[in-house]
């Protein structure tokens, strides 16, 4: 199969150069210009291919063969099983029932930097189902980042993510859309394809790794439209900083609610970018923001931990800022104040007050259960800070230390009728004396 197709990338190739040997030099540079880039582009395909079959040929075992699907979650610790680390948050007290991400049905809209490695995360994780959404190829411009290879160059990035994806873990239902969803269309097709037959979303939650506020708003107005929960991640043009924000429609501000300054001031951000100017991109910054966004789903989903509704990163100064955005009462979009109307009306009621009250007094009543663990080989346990200072204090006593000091080395436990055996004996004599008794010891 490798070889079929080294050959007719080299029959193309012979075509193409053949053409731009005949062309006279009266020929229209842009026909040249052009017959060169494709010239260029199957060579490096060529070298690509031929670089895979040189690989098969040296390896000795060939390709490896995916693992079989698994119907049920083990905490089982032997070598063979994929997730007994995963189940270990259960059995640690972590999460209640960790098998429940096999329920739970993420969309990641996305698959560049970050939403490539999230989708990678999500499929390790053993999520149920994982929908993908891009427009765009695998480039070898693409190879600084995280997850694509430069094998996959020319394939759509949906494609390349679920060839991937479905031999790290044929468990995960995998769904790839190549569209753009900014247009009209697009906008038509995207929504279709996260509700069911009734209407209604079919996902748990949806990850915005887009870079560029006109997805982010047709995400933001889906979401809005459907009442679907979100989170929206991104990472600055200088790759040295990045955030992820959590969006509750009504509960939380849409992202029409505080728009970025660019947008707010009323530049089109289409009108920054310049020929020949990229911006930056660390796999570092990006597979840091791919993490922060993925735990966070994690703990949503799960129910585990605190769900942080914004955490910034700064790499130059280690620096991660953290905050609540609430709604905006005067957001330019009609329907997030319609929906945070709704959610205050609900919140002010009765059954929700009551509900919340619950909740308090349920977590409340778990922070002050002790944990069981299943085995404890050796002994361990967590003692209250005021039995530490206690136990200290009464240890200083019985050594006859002032408060603040300790000795270096473990006191020994000795009586004073031991100590008074092994003690020296009291003498007259001064230092010259003991020196020289010393001296004639060593001499002897």
């Not at 499929?123 to 190879?143: F, H, P, Q, S, W």
């Not at 585990?304 to 280690?318: C, N, R």
Request: glycine share 6%; proline share 3%; hydrophobic share 40%.
């Amino acid at each position: 199969m490798a070889d079929q197709k080294t050959a007719a990338l080299q029959d193309e190739l012979h075509k193409l150069q053949e053409q731009v040997n005949r062309l006279s030099a009266t020929s229209i540079d842009a026909q040249v210009g052009k017959l060169s880039e494709q010239v260029q582009r199957i060579n490096r395909r060529v070298e690509a291919a031929l670089a895979g079959k040189l690989e098969s040929d040296v390896s000795t075992s060939g390709v490896t063969a995916a693992r079989s699907k698994i119907d049920k979650m083990s905490a089982e610790v032997v070598d063979s099983n994929p997730y007994s680390r995963l189940m270990a948050l259960q059995r640690m007290g972590i999460v209640k029932d960790y098998e429940r991400i096999r329920e739970k049905t993420v969309a990641v809209v996305g698959m560049g930097g970050v939403g490539s490695v999230a989708a990678e995360m999500l499929t390790r994780c053993g999520i149920g189902k994982l929908l993908m959404y891009d427009y765009d190829k695998v480039e070898l411009a693409n190879m600084n980042r995280l997850f694509f290879r430069p094998d996959q160059a020319g394939m759509t990035k949906t494609d390349a993510a679920a060839q991937t994806l479905e031999g790290i873990n044929p468990d995960v239902r995998l769904e790839s859309y190549t569209m753009n969803i900014t247009t009209l269309e697009g906008f038509d097709a995207f929504k279709q394809t996260l509700v069911d037959d009734a209407g209604a979303s079919r996902v748990d939650l949806v990850l915005s790794c887009v870079d560029n506020y006109e997805a982010r708003m047709t995400i933001n107005q889906v979401c809005l439209e459907l009442g679907q929960t979100w989170m929206e991640s991104g990472v600055s043009e200088d790759a040295v900083s990045g955030h992820i924000q959590v969006i509750i429609p009504g509960e939380t501000a849409c992202f029409a609610c505080v728009p970025p300054l660019v947008v707010a001031s009323g530049i089109d951000e289409r009108t920054l970018k310049r020929e020949g100017v990229c911006a930056a991109s660390l796999p570092t910054t990006m597979g840091i923001i791919a993490g922060l966004l993925v735990q966070n789903t994690l703990k949503y989903l799960l129910n585990f931990g605190q769900v942080t509704q914004y955490l910034g990163y700064s790499s130059l100064k280690d620096f991660f800022p953290s905050m609540q955005i609430k709604p905006n009462p005067g957001c330019v979009n009609p329907l997030c104040g319609k929906l945070q109307a709704a959610y205050q009306a609900h919140a002010n009621s009765p059954e929700a007050r009551a509900a919340a009250a619950a909740a308090r007094a349920l977590e409340q009543a778990e922070q002050n259960t002790a944990v069981v663990h299943e085995d404890n080989e050796w002994l361990i346990e967590v003692v209250p800070d005021e039995e530490v200072a206690a136990s200290e204090a009464h240890l200083h006593q019985a050594q006859g230390l002032p408060e603040g000091l300790e000795y270096s080395m473990p006191v020994a436990a000795m009586d004073a009728q031991m100590l008074n055996a092994d003690a020296v004996e009291d003498t007259e004599d001064n230092v010259d004396d003991l020196m020289a008794q010393l001296h004639l010891l060593h001499s002897t």
